[in-house]
């Protein structure tokens, strides 16, 4: 196929973009520049590594988490292969919208876990790979591949089934001058061809003619791509070389309705994968619940033409709009919601004129969802909380006391009920990594304080233990669990922990000195392998010299005295003498549970007055598929959606990301929120978790620690 290898060639092919088109970047965020990103859940972003990788992926998740640290710079987190060296470069996406916002710079360096980046040029982008692509709307079902091929990259597990269903992608080049361009690039159901196991083929039909994606390329043909598909949380990343081809037998393969794109893209692929992607997963983009409320986000369109406006008053290009002319334009009362009127039109006739006969009549650039149904109805549990670390607090040689506050600065106030857990997000080598840990603080406070325990071989206490350090930044989610003193009695409160155990039950006995209604009475018995090994070993005693007639405290070490078993619970039990309305809360491993249980079952206790919170580790399993899985998910028996589970992933990553209303809370394995019924296929799940012996004879399943090994059908109707 006849390559096309100069600028002069492609220019004749392309023409030349309007001068108007330059005029719109911009060196630095301005202030709606900075609205849009406090709004945008997810970006595209490629860059090169230190040796020089081409990678595309999407980052994100929470609305925000590109932070403006001034002007010229921007943080986030980057969790993946490879650290980023050199010029990067964004497209920043809106749910809903059409345009989007592209942003190039350089990496200037790290700050905590944030990549820290240069700002050199933003710029709006027009809507059109959106609206073609149809990204925001309910997604046609996928044709199958019309054939796999057999070896090459593009043979992988899942790859060419991907690409069939895929029309939309992230594609970044770059040039040898230090520039870098990460392209939006959207077509009808499919955006790239698969010609054989080594090649794809990306048709490059009609935009702004500014063609840095060609051009780049005609001096570097490196390249990267990431591919979505509409109510899919997975990405296919792609790396390779490109070529540009004007070969007529081709283009008229890629006509729609006798139109034909102008040149065609050719990459040589070498490598190709499917994998989950966490930010695609928490930014939720094809729930309706969680796209940002249409009269408070920015108009795309109106931004650049304030970016045009400021440019053109100090640009004397001709063929530009007077500066007097566009500033009038976006300061009448009106005028930018009719010209908003104008451009979604050209959108809509100029996408006809290509060929695309179904776009809708409320498929524009503001509305970019409007001419299809939502994907689903989505859960509307919160987002994240951002989080730093404010101190660190060790306790004993093996257990240290995190103390987080809000990332912002503002001081918000963690409410939850005392012996509740958060669960704490971080990204650890790459990887997204979650652990559910009890508060040991008490409610009500602006700052959180978590008791972590580091288990040899865990992999978040360890990162928490050697890596974690003041300022840096975590999320959080929750409160979750019912093991809480909520309980409604005004009686004594009985606490019985061993170990780690002990932290939910600290801050029970934080929040009742300060809140317990007077003559109730707290008792502790706490167990642990050693003097050393007692976890708030002073703020204990301490706490009991300063109530002694609330608070008590009874020290077992094992080491010294044995086990405690269910005799010496029953002694200490009958010492205290408890209300007859007293609670009693037991947390700690399996045997304390058990001989706890029997103790206060033969003193005659009331099953109901008693509370427990088991303290396991969680191991993988190992079990998953290398395959995408597919996960149809029920109502008492009525459909309510399907989604695409991908290699790895668990069910209830997969439905969030579809907008599929699936339960949950912990998102660990710990709360039992998210239990669903498997009524078909095979689900692996992490242990130990939440569930019972018999919950697990009756089918059910947790979605959060699941991963399908075949196709599965999910009752999400409460059990």
């Known amino acids: 196929m006849r390559r096309l290898t100069t600028a002069e060639e492609v220019g004749a092919a392309v023409g030349r973009p309007a001068p108007v088109i330059r005029l719109k970047q911009i060196s630095a965020l301005d202030e709606g520049c900075r609205n849009v990103l406090a709004l945008c859940p997810l970006a595209a972003f490629g860059y090169r590594d230190a040796d020089g990788t081409s990678r595309t992926t999407f980052i994100g998740g929470t609305p925000g988490f590109a932070r403006v640290l001034s002007p010229q710079r921007i943080s986030f987190r980057l969790t993946g292969s490879g650290v980023p060296r050199g010029p990067v470069s964004f497209f920043f996406l809106l749910p809903g919208v059409g345009e989007t916002l592209r942003v190039n710079g350089s990496v200037a360096g790290r700050e905590g876990a944030e990549t820290v980046v240069e700002v050199q040029e933003a710029y709006v982008h027009c809507a059109q790979a959106v609206l073609r692509s149809r990204l925001w709307q309910h997604p046609s079902p996928a044709e199958p591949p019309a054939g796999r091929p057999t070896d090459g990259p593009l043979s992988g597990p899942g790859v060419a089934e991907f690409l069939a269903a895929a029309p939309f992608l992230a594609l970044s080049t770059w040039d040898c001058s230090g520039g870098s361009d990460t392209s939006p690039r959207g077509d009808s159901r499919t955006v790239a061809r698969v010609l054989d196991g080594h090649t794809l083929v990306v048709p490059d039909r009609k935009g702004n003619k500014r063609a840095d994606t060609l051009h780049n390329l005609l001096r570097d043909d490196r390249l990267s791509l990431a591919a979505l598909v509409p109510g899919r949380s997975g990405v296919l990343h792609v790396r390779g070389r490109g070529r540009i081809t004007d070969h007529p037998a081709l283009l008229e393969a890629l006509a729609l309705r006798g139109t034909a794109p102008h040149l065609a893209l050719l990459i040589d692929v070498e490598h190709a994968e499917v994998t989950g992607n966490d930010a695609v997963v928490h930014s939720r983009l094809w729930s309706p619940a969680a796209r940002p409320d249409p009269a408070a986000t920015p108009d795309l369109m109106a931004l650049a033409g304030k970016h045009l406006a400021a440019n053109s008053a100090r640009s004397d290009a001709t063929g530009t709009p007077p500066a007097f002319l566009l500033r009038l334009i976006t300061s009448v009362p009106g005028m930018t919601r009719l010209l908003r009127l104008v451009i979604d039109r050209s959108y809509r006739t100029g996408l006809r004129k290509e060929g695309y006969d179904d776009i809708g009549p409320g498929a524009g650039g503001r509305n970019a969802g409007a001419a299809g149904q939502a994907v689903g109805g989505g859960a509307t549990q919160p987002p994240l909380r951002e989080v730093r670390v404010a101190g660190i607090r060790r306790e004993t040689p093996s257990v240290l006391t995190l103390v987080l506050e809000d990332a912002d600065g503002s001081p918000g106030v963690f409410e939850f009920g005392a012996g ?300």
Request: glycine share 12%; net charge negative.
């Open 420 to 719: 509740q857990f958060f669960t704490l997000v971080a990204g650890i080598d790459g990887d997204t990594v979650r652990r559910a840990y009890s508060a040991s603080s008490a409610p009500g406070s602006s700052r959180l304080e978590v008791t972590v325990k580091h288990i040899e071989g865990g992999r978040f206490s360890t990162h928490v233990h050697r890596a974690l350090r003041v300022g840096d930044r975590l999320a959080v989610r929750g409160p979750s669990g019912s093991f809480h003193e909520g309980h409604g009695s005004a009686g004594d409160l009985v606490l019985v922990a061993a170990g780690s155990g002990v932290t939910p039950l600290m801050s029970m006995i934080r929040a009742h000195l300060t809140t317990r209604r007077a003559g109730a009475r707290i008792a502790l018995l706490y167990s642990s392998r050693s003097e050393e090994e007692i976890i708030f070993a002073e703020e204990l005693t301490r706490l009991a010299e300063d109530h002694p007639d609330r608070l008590s405290v009874t020290h077992v070490l094992t080491g010294r005295d044995g086990r405690l078993d269910a005799d010496g619970v029953r002694r200490w039990v009958t010492g205290l003498v408890p209300s007859p309305d007293a609670d009693y809360c037991v947390c700690g491993p399996d045997p304390l549970m058990d001989a706890v249980r029997s103790a206060l079952s033969g003193l005659g206790v009331a099953e109901e007055r008693v509370h427990h919170e088991r303290f396991t580790g969680r191991a993988d399993t190992g079990a998953t598929t290398t395959v995408p899985q597919e996960m149809i998910v029920e109502e008492a028996g009525r459909r309510v959606g399907a989604a695409v589970v991908e290699p790895g992933q668990t069910l209830l990553d997969a439905g969030l990301a579809a907008g599929l209303p699936m339960p949950y809370s912990c998102t660990v394995g710990s709360c039992g929120d998210c239990r669903v019924r498997l009524r078909g296929g095979e689900v692996a799940m992490d242990e130990p978790n939440c569930l019972t012996p018999q919950q697990k004879a009756d089918g059910q399943v947790l979605a959060c620690v699941g991963c399908p090994l075949s196709p599965v059908v999910l009752d999400i109707a409460p059990s």
